[in-house]
């Protein structure tokens, strides 16, 4: 089984944790086109919300050993949720991947702000 998932935080390219994503086949950056808010504990997390901007991060195609090593990085189903969200690639395609967030805002709130969000024209 290979899925598609969704990175925004941690997980992406020259941030430590994306040695979990070894074994994982770089999809391309793309773009969520639902709308979130992000907050952070020492580390951002995503909060559906409709007054959000659309993320940018990453997708990568990965196997069943990964998805259970990124479901226990990300502390599912307990710390994180996990759901489909639909992705916009930098090729124009979209695709459905699995994205992790949390449906509650908890600590401090991150600034709207180019390294993660994507600003209406860009």
């Known amino acids: 089984m290979r899925e598609l998932v ?13 040695a979990l994503l070894k074994r994982a086949r770089f999809i391309g950056k793309g773009i969520t086109l639902e709308k979130f808010k992000l907050y952070t504990v020492g580390f951002p997390y995503a909060v559906p919300d409709e007054e959000g901007l659309p993320l940018k991060g990453e997708v990568y195609e990965v196997d069943e050993k990964t998805l259970l090593e990124l479901d226990n990085l ?21 695709v459905e991947a699995l ?11 991150v600034p709207p702000k180019g390294k993660f969000f994507v600003w209406e024209g860009e």
């Open 6 to 18: 969704f990175v925004y935080g941690t997980l992406k390219r020259g941030f430590w944790n994306n």
């Open 74 to 94: 990300e502390g599912y189903p307990i710390h994180y949720k996990r759901k489909r969200v639909k992705v916009k690639l930098n090729t124009r395609k979209e």
């Open 99 to 109: 994205m992790y967030y949390r449906k509650e805002p908890k600590g401090t709130p």
